[in-house]
């Protein structure tokens, strides 16, 4: 006898309403880094790891797109900083609370042979107590999984092929085993996944993502606020100094090249954005860990003036601007920065623009994946480069 069925909640609603009733304690769970360890029935801590905040938001829009929440696998507030954590677990526990509530929540009867898909970005569910045996089965599908075959499905109706979801799925793996061995028809197929790998959406949670990886110890480096505090501090004094929204991305993203590599980093992230900035800001970002040196690299008994190789460089005045006026000084930890949420649509607009649109005479805008390619879409549209260089 079934005494209590299943129960779902709608996270995402949950997800709203407390942002009406609580803002900050909102903002706190959409902003502050959880670790997630997957915990089995032993206790200890198993190799399924994951870090990120418990409320996910869109970068352009600000919409709710991804909920985490299993309390029993909530690890530490590693990156929280400390002013957040009050608000953090005040709007932690109201969302609790909140999941458990009548508005947001649907009992579901599941008979023998019953198929329940929920979608773990939204919906939370679990079992009440049960007289007498049951068996169920789970399994899980990763969500690019999901959305590349849907992808497939999309571009398929676009060129008149619809699939059939009962026909064998399309072996999109090639014969070649050299790129000039490749027909249109094998390209055709595997196109539209490397194109989804350059939407705007796509690129921006992949830049923010390396962003706040910084956020640790292991970015400090004995100074007295890490990668991720002066990544923000940066932006932030650039935003309050006028500049325009291009170099406030700039400003934000400078160091993110430290995250996947420390040598050279400035032409990392340099190099990343170049598709979509002009030549000031590439080259601000190429070189302003050499010219940053001015400050100190004379402590370690190098040429701290080295930068005034590349004086006659029309960008030049400009790279020294930021990091004299902006990147320098950004190691203050009483300086209040703006939060993450603030630069995140800006990123997405940068990003959002076609490539190479400002720097058109660049050789790989020819190869350069654009929006309406092999029918790939993204939510965010292109913005017109505006920005002067």
Known sequence: MLLHPPQVADGLAAAEILRAEDPDGFAALAETTVEWHYIPEDGRIGNGRASGPVIKLDPASGAVVQLRWSNKDRGWLSRAETVQVPHFYRGYRRFASLLNEAPVQRSV??????????????????????????????????????????????????????????APEPDIRTSLRRLDEGTSKEYAAQGPLWAALVTPSALTAQVLSLLRSMDGEHTRFGFRVNGYEHSLQTATRALRDGADEEMVVVALLHDVGEALFAANHGEIIAAMLRPFITERSYFVLKHHDLFQGYHYAHHFGLNRTARDALSDSPHYTACVYFTDAWDSLAFDPDYQSERLAVFEPMVARVLGREQYALTPDNPKNAVAWKETDLGVTDAHAHVPATCES
């Open 109 to 166: 009867r599941l008979e023998p042979g019953a198929f329940l898909l929920l979608d773990n970005w939204r919906v939370t569910h679990g079992r009440r107590s049960y007289v007498g045996k049951r068996s169920l089965k789970g399994a899980s599908i990763l969500r690019r999984t999901w959305a590349g075959a849907q992808r497939m499905q999309e571009a398929a109706e676009a060129t008149g092929e619809l699939k059939q979801y009962d």
